[in-house]
């Protein structure tokens, strides 16, 4: 319940600031459900969606928002694949295609995504390469890179940079200084206080840290060890075609080569 006071407080702030600018025409929401946090599977093989928090607004929108600590180049793809399944889930046998809800996707990353930008906030459409026109305004997708965030704020800094901040802050005296620049920060801030006075809910936080840490670890050790095992492999079959070579040479007698290739 914490965390979905929590998002509503952000999304309610995004709709009634940004309409079109940042999340479509969602509209500005007194309320929204937190959903089921997996997607079921039609068929025996398919691999299925798991979200961090699925959220429903009180005009039907979905909304899926993944925050992501580790790299992940496949980020694109991974966030297209879960709007996919998020998408079509909506509809049973039978139905009209008019049932579907708009469905959008916000990634939270904290690496960077996009190489050929340094702006930290990124919005995609389904649109004509021309006339961007819309296809379809039934999916969205944002992206937040937070190691791209100013260092500074500035007097008139959006109230995105603001959130995107506050997601990233780790002292108090920032947490405080941006709950002074925006309501609905001071409101999630006060719930954030919240669940870290709980004690469970804080065990849970430290037990995520801690098997993100370990994973990352796992994942750099396993990495190196591929590229060690890689240049061992690599001296012998080296080795190797060394052997094969001064093989070939004595058998024809190419003794002033042999003495070269020594």
């Avoid at 599977?41 to 979905?62: A, F, P, S, W, Y």
């Avoid at 379809?136 to 109230?159: A, G, M, R, Y």
């Avoid at 620049?181 to 809910?201: D, F, G, M, P, R």
Wanted: hydrophobic share 35%.
């Amino acid at each position: 319940k914490s965390t979905n006071r929590f998002l509503i407080c952000y999304l309610k702030d995004k709709t009634r600031r940004y309409k079109r600018n940042y999340l479509g025409q969602i509209g500005y929401s007194q309320s929204a459900s937190l959903l089921a946090h997996n997607l079921r599977k039609i068929h025996e093989n398919d691999k299925q969606g798991i979200l961090d928090v699925r959220l429903l607004m009180n005009n039907n929108t979905e909304i899926d928002i993944e925050i992501q600590l580790s790299e992940l180049k496949v980020w694109a793809d991974r966030s297209f694949f879960y709007l996919s399944k998020m998408y079509i889930d909506q509809i049973e046998q039978g139905q009209s295609y008019t049932i579907f809800k708009k469905c959008v996707s916000i990634s939270i990353l904290d690496f960077q995504l996009f190489s050929d930008t340094a702006e930290y906030y990124s919005c995609f459409h389904i649109w004509e390469d021309k006339r961007h026109t819309i296809y379809t305004d039934k999916v969205e997708f944002h992206v937040i890179e937070l190691p791209k965030l100013p260092q500074e704020l500035k007097e008139n800094s959006d109230d995105i940079l603001l959130w995107a901040k506050f997601i990233s802050a780790e002292r108090k005296e920032d947490f405080e200084m941006l709950t002074s620049k925006n309501a609905y920060i001071e409101s999630a801030y006060q719930q954030l206080q919240v669940i870290s006075q709980n004690k469970e809910k804080r065990l849970e936080y430290e037990a995520r840290e801690k098997a993100i840490r370990d994973h990352n670890q796992l994942m750099y050790e396993a990495r190196m060890e591929g590229e060690k095992k890689g240049r061992k492999e690599g001296e012998i079959e080296g080795e190797s075609r060394v052997n094969k070579l001064n093989l070939l040479l004595l058998q024809s007698k190419r003794y002033d080569d042999l003495e070269h290739s020594a």
